[in-house]
C-alpha cells in the first residue's frame, strides 16, 4: 500500500488532498488498470464490475461520463457508445488501499451486455446456479445499428 | 467468455445448472483468481473488494462463512479469522461473463482493516478527495491479541 493511503487511515474525517496526488498513488496493476463497481445510485444496486486506466478514471471525473477501458478492444470504452446505455457519475469512491473504485452511477436502462440491468444474474448456491432475472431489451436491438 | 456464459445468455429466467458446472466456467486469472465484491444484505453497502480462489469460494458456499484468497499473505483468508468481523453468506452471484463474484453477507462490525465499516472512505472528486468515514473501533484494538 502506498505511504498516502496509509496515511489517510488515521486522518480525521473531513481531511481533503488533491485529486492527483490520490491518482499518482493508486495501486494500478502490472497492465494500468484499477478494477471498477458500479453501483446505480439510490437503489444501491451492484450493476457491472469493469476496469479503468488513469486516462480513463480522469475524463470519467473530467466530464462525469464514464469511461471504462475495455481490456478485449484494448481501448478506452465510453458505456453505451454502441448501446446507448450510457453511465452518468455520482460519486466516486477509492479504497482503503487504493486499488479499487467505487462509482455511483445513473444508468439508463441494462448495464449488462446481454440486456439485463445487471450483470449480476447467475445467483449460485453450494449445489446449483440459477439465472434470476431476463433481459429488459434483447440485445439484438441494444446493439442494432442506429 | 466461456460457451457455458454465453449460452445462460439466452436461457429462460429459473434455468438451473449444477455448480460444480459453472465453477468449471468461471474466468479465473492467471492467478487462479476472480475479484469478489461483498456488498451488505439489507443496506446493500459495498464494503469491500477481495479475491478467491476454487477452494475459497467452494469453502465460502459450504460452510457459509466468507473466505477469501490473501494474496499478500498467499493463503486462505478467513474473513474475521484475526478481527473477529467475521462475514456470513446470504447470497452469491456470478457475472455475465463468470469473472466477477458479488456476495451478499451480513458483516459484523467493520469490514476495512482501517476499523471502518467500508473500505470506500475516499470520495474521490475532478480537483479534491475527501476522507468521508471514521473508524468504528481503533484498529489496535481490532487486531489486539485476544
Known amino acids: 500500500m502506498s505511504e498516502l493511503f ?3 487511515e488515521g ?6 488532498k488533491p485529486s492527483s496526488e490520490i491518482l499518482d498513488s493508486i495501486a494500478w496493476n502490472e497492465a494500468g488498470l484499477i478494477p471498477v463497481i458500479a453501483q446505480q445510485a439510490e437503489s444501491l444496486e451492484v450493476l457491472m464490475m ?3 486506466n488513469r486516462e480513463a478514471l480522469e475524463e470519467t471525473l473530467r466530464t462525469g461520463r464514464v469511461c471504462y477501458w475495455s481490456r478485449s478492444r484494448g481501448k478506452l470504452w465510453r458505456k453505451g457508445e454502441s448501446s446507448g446505455q450510457v453511465q452518468r457519475l455520482k460519486a466516486a469512491y477509492l479504497d482503503c488501499d487504493g486499488d479499487t473504485l467505487l462509482l455511483n452511477v445513473e444508468q439508463t436502462g441494462p448495464a449488462c451486455h446481454s440486456g439485463r ?8 448456491g453450494k449445489d ?5 432475472s431476463d433481459p429488459l431489451i434483447d440485445p439484438a436491438i441494444l446493439y442494432a445499428k442506429r
Chains 1, 2 share one sequence.
Request: one cysteine or more; proline letters at 4%.
Open 6 to 8: 496509509k496515511q489517510l
Open 11 to 16: 486522518v480525521p474525517l473531513g481531511t481533503v
Open 128 to 132: 446449483e446456479a440459477t439465472v434470476i
Open 117 to 124: 440491468r445487471s450483470c449480476f444474474y447467475v445467483a449460485l
Open 50 to 52: 469493469a476496469w479503468m
